[in-house]
């Protein structure tokens, strides 16, 4: 049970640089540059 909620606990941490990357994308994209890779 402790590593479930480890787990669960950690999830933001890993979360976070993902959900900057799709938002770069997303106003990239909106600006009217296409972007084909997205690093992070």
Do not use: R
Request: glycine share 12%; no cysteine.
């Amino acid at each position: 049970m402790d590593l479930i909620t480890s787990w669960m606990g950690n999830i933001p941490e890993f979360a976070v640089p993902f959900a900057l990357a799709a938002l770069g994308l997303i106003i990239t994209e909106k600006s009217g540059v296409l972007a084909l890779g997205a690093e992070g």
